[in-house]
C-alpha cells in the first residue's frame, strides 16, 4: 500500500491546456510574480468604474428624445400611472418590448414605493441610471479580467483608464437605451470569447438581441462564425436552444399582456426597421461622415486608434512589432468594424447607435497603443540605446494618453455646461398648493413648444397633478400622448399615433393663455413674452449653436470657453393669472429631494 502511495505521488501531472485558443492568445500556464503588485484586481478594476459612472448619473445629460419618450416616460407610466405614449408604443403598432422596460421596474418600483410621487422621482430617476452604472461596470470588469489574463497586465489597465475618462462611455453607460443595454452584453460577450466560454457567448448574445435591441444582432455575428468554426454545437447548440426560449417565451408573455393582444415585439421591431414594414428615414437622414464626425467627439484619438487595430494585428502577424499574433483578439474586437460598417450604410443615423461598441473600441484603442509603444522602442533601438528608445517610446504614449484624458474630461464638461440647462430648469419647477391654482382643473399644465425634444422626462415634474402639454410650434410632425387608462393604457391603439411622423391636432394643449408654467429658449437680451401675464421664475444658460464655433461649443476650455461661447437662456415662466404665488408655492420643486 506504502509502495501504491508513493507511486501515486510520483505520478506526472496533467499538462496545462495547451488548446489551439490558448496559444494563439498568448495564455500562459504561470504569470510572473514579481509584477502582481502593479496589477489591479478586478474588484478595484469595478469600483473605479462604478465611480466613473455614477458621476455620470448624476451630472450626465440625456442627449436623444427617444430616450425620454420611448422608455423614461412609459416606465413613469408602470410606476406612477401617467406618462407620455408614442406611436411604437401603439397596441396597433407594438414595436416595443414592455419585459426590457419590467427589468428596470425591479430598481425603480421599490424606489418609487420608497420616495413617493412628488419631488422625490428624481431619486427614483437617479436610483435606476445608478442600476445602470453597475451593470455597466460589472460587465466592463469583466473584459477587464479577460485582457488582464489573456493579453497582458499593461494592456488592461490602458483599457481601464480609457473607459473611466471616455467621454463616450460618460454618455452611453447610464442611458435608458437598447442600444445602452446591448453594450453592456456585446462587452461581457467579448468577455467570454476571450476566455473561450461558448455558452456565456450564447447567452449574452440571446439576452443582448431579444431583450435588448435586435438590428444589434449584427455586431454579434463574428462571434457566431467564431462558433461554428471552432466551438462545440454540443456545447452551444443546447445552450442556445435553452437561452432562446428562456428570452423569447417571457417577452411574448409580457407583450400579450401589455398589448392586450398576442403579438410579438421583437418581430414587428425588425420587420419596420428591417423589411421595409416603415421608414426610418422619415425621423431624418445623415451623410457616411456622421459617425466618424461623432466618434471624434466623443472618443476624441480612442476612434482612429481603435480602427487601426487590424492594420495593427497585421503587423503583428509579420512579426514587425514583436508582439504576438493573437487572432482571439482580433476575433473578439471585430463587432466594432461589422457594426460600424453597417449602421453607416443606413441613410437613418442617430449617435446612440454607436453605443454598442464604445467599450470595444477602447480595448482596440488600448491594444494599439500598446503596440505602438513596442514598435516605437524596436525600431529606435536599432538607432539608439535599448533604454533611450524604451524612453522615448513611454513618453510618446504617455502624450497620446494624456492628450486622450484632458480632451475626454473637456467635453464631458462642455456637455454638462453647454447643454445641461433643460434638467436644471425643470428641477426648479416649484411645487403649488391646491389653493395656488387658479383654475377648475386638477392639472397643473407645464408647456412647451419648440423645446419639446429636450423634456427630460415626468420624473423631474414634482407632482402627480403636473402633466407636460405641447403648445402650436414651428414642429409639424407627430408628437406622443398621455397614455390613457380609461382607454386601456397600455393596450390603447390612440387614433392620434400614426406611423408617418404626421401630426395630429389632439396632441396640443388649447392655448399658451391655460398653462400655468411654460418653458421656452430666447436671446439672453430678449424679453419675455407677455410681462402682464407671465413672470420669470428661473432662468439657465444653453449655448448657442449657430454663432458658437464647433470647436468651443464642443469642448470646454476653462477661462476661453467663455471668452468664444454664446450663449441663450432657457427660461421659467410662470402664470400671473393661474398660479397664485402667494399662497406658499415651493419654488425648490424637486431640487428638495
Not at 242 to 248: M, P
Request: proline letters at 6%.
Amino acid at each position: 500500500m506504502a509502495s501504491q502511495a508513493s507511486l501515486r505521488k510520483r505520478r506526472p501531472q496533467p499538462s496545462p491546456d495547451k488548446s489551439w485558443s490558448a496559444e494563439l492568445i498568448g495564455l500562459s500556464a504561470s504569470k510572473p510574480k514579481v509584477k502582481r503588485h502593479r496589477t489591479i484586481s478586478t474588484r478595484v478594476a469595478v469600483l473605479l468604474l462604478f465611480a466613473a459612472r455614477l458621476l455620470s448619473v448624476y451630472f450626465n445629460i440625456i442627449h436623444d428624445c427617444d430616450e425620454v419618450f420611448n422608455y423614461w416616460e412609459p416606465l413613469h407610466y408602470l410606476l406612477y400611472g401617467y406618462g407620455l405614449q408614442t406611436w411604437e408604443y401603439s397596441a396597433r403598432y407594438a414595436l416595443r418590448p414592455y419585459l426590457y422596460l419590467l427589468l428596470h421596474t425591479t430598481v425603480a418600483a421599490p424606489a418609487a414605493l420608497w420616495f413617493g410621487s412628488d419631488s422625490g422621482k428624481v431619486a427614483v430617476f437617479h436610483i435606476t441610471k445608478a442600476s445602470l452604472a453597475f451593470f455597466s461596470a460589472v460587465s466592463e470588469a469583466l473584459l477587464y479580467r479577460a485582457v488582464h489574463r489573456h493579453l497582458s497586465p499593461n494592456i488592461a489597465k490602458m483599457f481601464l483608464l480609457l473607459l473611466c475618462v471616455s467621454s463616450g462611455m460618460f454618455t452611453s453607460a447610464t442611458s435608458l437605451l437598447p442600444s445602452s443595454f446591448t453594450m453592456y452584453t456585446l462587452t461581457a460577450a467579448s468577455a467570454a470569447v476571450l476566455n473561450s466560454d461558448h455558452r456565456r457567448v450564447v447567452l449574452y448574445a440571446m439576452v443582448g438581441v431579444i431583450w435588448g435591441w435586435a438590428v444589434a444582432g449584427v455586431a454579434f455575428l463574428p462571434y457566431a462564425v467564431l462558433l461554428l468554426l471552432v466551438g462545440n454545437p454540443m456545447v452551444y447548440l443546447p445552450a442556445g436552444v435553452v437561452f432562446l426560449t428562456g428570452t423569447i417565451v417571457p417577452m411574448i408573455g409580457v407583450d400579450r399582456l401589455f398589448y392586450g393582444k398576442w403579438t410579438f415585439s421583437l418581430w414587428n421591431f425588425v420587420r419596420y426597421n428591417v423589411f421595409g414594414g416603415g421608414d426610418s428615414a422619415l425621423y431624418g437622414v445623415e451623410g457616411p461622415s456622421f459617425y466618424m464626425r461623432n466618434g471624434l467627439n466623443n472618443l476624441n484619438f480612442i476612434l482612429p486608434l481603435g480602427l487601426i487595430y487590424p492594420l495593427v494585428a497585421l503587423l503583428d502577424l509579420f512579426q514587425v512589432t514583436g508582439n504576438e499574433w493573437r487572432p482571439r483578439v482580433l476575433i473578439a474586437l471585430s463587432p466594432i468594424y461589422v457594426w460600424l460598417a453597417a449602421i453607416t450604410a443606413l441613410p437613418h443615423k442617430e449617435e446612440r447607435f454607436m453605443y454598442v461598441i464604445y467599450p470595444l473600441m477602447c480595448l482596440a484603442a488600448a491594444a494599439t497603443l500598446a503596440s505602438f509603444r513596442t514598435l516605437i522602442s524596436t525600431i529606435l533601438g536599432k538607432l539608439f540605446s535599448r533604454r533611450f528608445a524604451h524612453w522615448i517610446s513611454r513618453v510618446a504614449t504617455a502624450v497620446v494618453v494624456i492628450a486622450i484624458v484632458s480632451l475626454s474630461l473637456s467635453r464631458s464638461i462642455a456637455l454638462v455646461v453647454n447643454y445641461g440647462a433643460p434638467t436644471r430648469l425643470y428641477t426648479q419647477l416649484p411645487q403649488i398648493p391646491e389653493e395656488a391654482n387658479m383654475t377648475n382643473s386638477d392639472i397643473v399644465s407645464v408647456c412647451v413648444g419648440d423645446e419639446w425634444y429636450r423634456y427630460p422626462s415626468s420624473f423631474f415634474l414634482p407632482g402627480s397633478a403636473y402633466r407636460l402639454q405641447f403648445v402650436k410650434s414651428g414642429f409639424d410632425g407627430m408628437l406622443p400622448i398621455g397614455f390613457n387608462a380609461s382607454q386601456g393604457g397600455t393596450a390603447a391603439s390612440p387614433p392620434q399615433l400614426n406611423d408617418r411622423n404626421q401630426g395630429h391636432p389632439d396632441t396640443y394643449w388649447n392655448s399658451t393663455a391655460d398653462c400655468h408654467f411654460m418653458i421656452l429658449l430666447q436671446q439672453a437680451d430678449e424679453a419675455p413674452p407677455d410681462p402682464v401675464h407671465w413672470e420669470v421664475i428661473a432662468q439657465e444658460p444653453f449655448v448657442e449653436t449657430s454663432r458658437s464655433p464647433p470647436l468651443w461649443r464642443a469642448l470646454y476650455i476653462p477661462v476661453l470657453s467663455a471668452q468664444h461661447v454664446h450663449w441663450l437662456h432657457y427660461v421659467l415662466l410662470s402664470s400671473k393669472t393661474l398660479v397664485d404665488r402667494s399662497k406658499n408655492v415651493n419654488i425648490q420643486g424637486c431640487e428638495s429631494a
